[in-house]
């Protein structure tokens, strides 16, 4: 028996001796497993990335611009917007120098683009990894935005073919039109169609018309020390202009020398001996940075007056340069003198005559940092500003100035306006209520008049767009921008003709063949004296008496009306002289609340303080628009009855509520809207 048991003992043995690399085996298998498992996973899920990358450039790449119609080499037909008087505003396009050629320049010319701008240009294949990832870097540590990864190659791509959206799509596309300029032409054109279309402010797109606008000289003369200074430009060419900040611009210059001494571009004695440079000499002819929103509108229009165009344009508008300063020197004074809570605010000012011409705009704070037009862009709530076109509504209805409303709660219904001080005055005429901006009395108005009607008021006064037909639009809660808003004052302004708001005089090549001049225009009556004389008196008492008192002048005819829409979103100040119309509108771009900012605060303030000394500017010859003649009451002797305080108008017809209504009525207090 015993040798049975060993046998059994071994057989025992042997088992364990073979489950331990059954184990070990079993293990090994699940890790194999485990393992190509996660593979599969990691190459489906990098094949599905794959595709995703492919199908998004592929979206990215669809409607691209044909690139091989356009050569970076040849100069570009240019623009040259001139005002009124024939002094250039802003020119578009290759201009004013020659076409350079980078390898017959001084070599210091392109070195200060480079090392300012694209260090590694002569290495990378139009896309800088090592640059881009630089930038990220920076800007990660500042935690803002300071340096941008875009190569010379990717900037010209976007001149040449695209918009200055910053949208993900769009610098997909300028890194494939930069792939695409680097396969397609060498280093040395690609360098030479950039600095022959770059901006360098005042007017001047090119090296070659930098030097001369600046410096008096070619580019083939510039030295070291000018070099920089209008490489430095490129960053913002208002902000850093030799002519209007030269101590920021040498400043900027001397970041530029230091940069190419690191670069290696000059030695460290060049690098010492331009830093002994203090300021800017500038000899050339520099034309000035305002009116930069107003060419940029005009620009936008250009297709609708001339269609595949080839050539070199000259453009001559109705811009006033006079005006335009003016306005730009009170904008500033203004925001100097402001609280400082309540400068981040950004601000828009449109000057038209009475027949719609564009005299002076504003379109921002400053169009270096933004070019986003506020005046003709910004669509926002006009507030009690719009109500004048509720009182033109109900005065072709038959009511007067003096007819009375109820100025009260109100009580039935959803909608429940509310006056802006939430006092309430009980029987107002219409004149007190436009005056003093009484929100329930005008929508009482409204009610009474009819929605169809004022939308019919708003069509002929030159709105394109169709308001909201509702009561809350009668108190401005549908959106307009500044140009159009002002446009439809003027229509008030000039006695009820209609005008549409326009810049452009004529446009010539440059060998001078006329291709459009703007004709004398029939201007078609679209609303009755007698209804737009009453309106007229009503918003002068506005100024007089009411909302818009700090926007009265020392001396001529004025009218107007304040706006504010709901939390301080929108302040707006409209009015018009003898013979001018401004639009004044304050607000944030992104829409949130001011700090109590109302239109009678700064909009009517900047409005008062420009058009004061405004009204004395010479103005080419305004247009002569028919009397106010059939209705044998003409507009000066309405003005004359107003002064002596009568403002029944010729007619006296029904229409309004009846006073026996109320009680009683009280002194319309003094408001501040």
Not at 13 to 36: E, V
Request: glycine fraction near 8%; charge should be positive.
């Amino acid at each position: 028996m015993a040798p049975r048991k060993k046998k059994t003992t071994n057989k025992k043995k042997t088992g364990r001796s073979r489950a331990a690399p059954k184990s070990a085996g079993g293990s090994s298998s699940f890790l194999g497993a485990f393992f190509g498992r996660v593979f599969r996973f990691l190459f489906v899920l990098g094949l599905l990335a794959g595709l995703a990358l492919t199908a998004f450039v592929g979206w990215c790449a669809w409607g691209l611009p044909n690139a091989d119609q356009v050569n970076p080499v040849d100069a570009q037909p240019s623009i040259t917007i001139l005002a009124d008087d024939g002094s250039v505003v802003a020119r578009y396009g290759g201009l004013t120098g020659n076409l350079v050629d980078v390898k017959k320049l001084p070599p210091y010319v392109s070195q200060a683009v480079l090392a300012i701008e694209d260090r590694r240009f002569y290495e990378h294949f139009g896309i800088d990894p090592l640059g881009l990832a630089r930038a990220m870097w920076v800007n990660i540590r500042a935690r803002h935005w300071v340096q941008g990864g875009s190569t010379i190659t990717q900037q010209l791509a976007k001149n040449l073919f695209l918009t200055p959206d910053k949208t993900l799509r769009r610098k997909v596309q300028e890194a494939l039109l930069a792939l695409w300029i680097e396969h397609k032409f060498t280093k040395a054109q690609i360098l030479s169609a950039y600095l022959n279309r770059v901006y360098y402010g005042a007017g001047a797109y090119g090296v070659d018309a930098a030097a001369r606008t600046y410096f008096g000289k070619p580019a083939h003369d510039l030295s070291i020390w000018e070099s920089a200074v209008l490489a430095g430009l490129l960053k913002a060419p208002s902000r850093y202009s030799p002519a209007s900040n030269p101590k920021l611009a040498a400043a900027r210059a001397k970041t530029v020398i230091k940069t190419m001494r690191e670069a290696g571009f000059i030695s460290a004695q060049q690098e010492k001996q331009e830093m002994r440079h203090k300021t800017i000499a500038v000899t050339g002819s520099s034309e000035s940075d305002i009116g930069h929103y107003f060419a940029d509108w005009v620009i936008d229009q250009i297709d609708s007056y001339v269609t595949n165009n080839d050539r070199d344009l000259v453009i001559r508008t109705t811009f006033d340069p006079q005006l335009q300063t003016l306005a730009e020197q009170k904008e500033k004074a203004l925001f100097a003198k402001m609280d400082k809570r309540d400068k981040s605010a950004q601000i828009a000012l449109v000057t038209l005559s009475k027949d719609g011409a564009v005299l002076a705009m504003i379109g921002g704070r400053d169009y270096a940092k933004s070019q986003f037009n506020r005046a003709t862009q910004a669509m926002r709530q006009p507030g009690s500003s719009f109500k004048p076109f509720v009182y033109l509504a109900a005065l072709e209805s038959g009511y007067t100035p003096n007819d009375m409303l109820l100025d009260a709660p109100f009580t039935e219904g959803k909608y429940r306006p509310e006056n802006y001080d939430h006092e309430y005055m009980g029987a107002v005429s219409l004149t007190q209520a436009l005056a003093h901006s009484l929100n329930t009395a005008t929508v009482r108005l409204l009610q009474s008049v009819g929605i169809p009607r004022l939308m019919d008021v708003t069509r002929r006064l030159g709105f394109s767009h169709a308001f909201k037909p509702e009561l809350s639009t009668g108190l401005g809660a549908s959106e307009a921008n500044l140009l159009e808003m002002t446009n439809a004052y003027a229509t008030i302004a000039n006695g009820g003709y209609a005008v549409w708001p326009y810049a452009v005089l004529s446009i010539e090549d440059k060998n001078g063949s006329v291709l459009y001049q703007r004709d004398h225009m029939q201007h078609e009556r679209v609303f009755s004296p007698r209804d737009i004389a009453n309106l007229d008196g009503m918003m002068v008492q506005v100024i007089a008496q009411g909302t818009g008192q700090a926007a009265q002048l020392s001396k001529g005819h004025t009218a107007g009306k304040t706006g504010t829409s709901q939390d301080y979103r929108d302040a707006w100040f409209i009015g018009y002289t003898n013979t001018l119309v401004t639009g004044v509108w304050m607000g944030k771009d992104d829409d949130t609340p001011m700090r109590c900012v109302t239109g009678g605060k700064y909009p009517a303030r900047l409005w008062h303080d420009y058009m004061n000394e405004a009204i004395d500017v010479t103005l080419p010859p305004q247009p002569s628009f028919m009397p106010y003649g059939d209705s044998g009451d003409s507009f000066s002797k309405m003005l004359g009855r107003w002064s002596e305080g009568d403002f029944s108008g010729p007619h006296n017809s029904g229409g309004g509520i009846n006073l026996r209504e109320f009680k009683g009525s009280t002194a319309p207090p003094q408001y501040n809207r």
